[in-house]
Nanobody
Framework: QVQLQESGPGLVKPSQTLSLTCTVS??????????WTWIRQPPGKGLEWMGV???????YYSPSLKSRTSISRDTSKNEFSLQLSSVTPEDTAIYYCNARRGTMEFWGQGTQVTVSS
């Protein structure tokens, strides 16, 4: 029932901040015990877990990205967002939002983000 949709610019310039939003329908981002996650897949590479915001607002980040990553939420809009600062071309990837609760898992369709000047 939960549906996720990523949105944001498809092109970001180096050194700028990548900002994406995941719009959630069919479930509340505050419902226990949902975890709301950002995952990316660079071209030719596997999936990379970036970070998560839990139903209570707690955040956790990949150690390799923690210094540049911020995940936040807007409970009124039932959205959660990703900000990745100081991007380089190595941040080019398909970005997915994901939700998990117990045995249930839901994925957005993914959105391509290219970092290029």
């Amino acid at each position: 029932q939960v549906q996720l949709q990523e949105s944001g610019p498809g092109l970001v310039k180096p050194s700028q901040t990548l900002s994406l939003t995941c719009t959630v329908s069919g479930g509340s981002i505050t419902t226990s015990y949902y975890a709301w996650t950002w995952i990316r897949q660079p071209p030719g590479k596997g999936l990379e877990w970036m970070g998560v915001i839990a139903y209570d607002g707690s955040t956790y980040y990949s150690p390799s990205l923690k210094s540049r990553t911020s995940i936040s939420r807007d409970t009124s809009k039932n959205e959660f967002s990703l900000q990745l600062s100081s991007v380089t071309p190595e941040d080019t990837a398909i970005y997915y939002c994901n939700a998990r609760r117990g045995t249930m898992e839901f994925w957005g369709q993914g959105t391509q983000v290219t970092v290029s000047s």
